[in-house]
């Protein structure tokens, strides 16, 4: 897949045309990374923006003792970096990869460049980053307000509604996050997550099969959380 054929299947770059598409893709930078690769550093110069191509990372941030928060997860299609991009301070966290990955890498001097052309891309990326902040702050809302039972099933819920597919049976999730990622995610123990997926599946919310995830019984789930 060439480049300008890349950033036409991500969301972000839709409003481009085909010329448009064709000249961004001269500035992009093919890299890969290994599993569990750090791609960057928090505090490290921000200088360009990451598109993967393939792959799975998670943005993270890690305490003095070691223990990883884990802010979100991004897969194909999806991109990072946009905030030191933008204002051209230092990175605000740390990206790892969860998967062999590959990405595209923008230079902000290209990218400013380009923009200053292309306003929509500007406006497409404030929308992405808008929805992100909606995001964070809904997972501050959750460990501030919710119980570690209330924080994994909203988690699970979170993911279903970006990741999962609606079939007669629940709402699927294909590549499940382990035990290890949700505490990283809602601020616990594997243990304790654990303990809590398993509740879950007794009362019948969810099943395991596999790598994959069902939700059996989502809007009871979510009703739930809202008492």
């Not at 052309?117 to 909606?134: F, N, Q, Y």
């Amino acid at each position: 897949m060439t480049g300008s054929e890349y950033l036409a299947k991500v969301p972000v770059f839709g409003a481009l045309d085909d010329a448009s598409r064709a000249e961004l893709a001269r500035y992009l930078k093919p890299a890969k990374f290994k599993k569990e690769a750090v791609i960057v550093s928090r505090e490290e110069p921000g200088v360009s923006l990451f598109l993967i191509v393939k792959g799975k990372v998670k943005v993270v941030l890690y305490g003095p003792s070691g223990r990883e928060v884990i802010l979100s997860m991004l897969k194909d299609g999806e991109f990072f970096g946009e905030m030191s991009l933008l204002d051209g301070k230092p990175r605000s966290a740390s990206v790892v990869a969860i998967t062999d990955s590959e990405v595209l890498m923008l230079d902000r001097a290209d990218f400013v460049r380009f923009v200053e052309t292309k306003p929509s891309v500007a406006l497409s990326i404030l929308g992405e980053m808008s929805r992100r902040l909606r995001e964070a702050d809904q997972k501050i809302g959750s460990l501030a307000l919710l119980d570690v039972y209330g924080r994994v099933a909203r988690a699970l819920l979170d993911l279903a509604k970006k990741e999962g597919e609606k079939t007669e049976t629940g709402v699927i999730v294909k590549e499940r996050p382990t035990h290890q990622q949700l505490a990283g995610m809602v601020g616990t123990s594997r243990e304790t997550v654990s303990r809590v997926m398993s509740e879950l599946q007794r009362q019948g919310f969810l099943r395991t099969q596999g790598k994959r995830l069902i939700l059996t019984n989502e809007n009871t789930l979510e009703e739930s959380l809202m008492v």
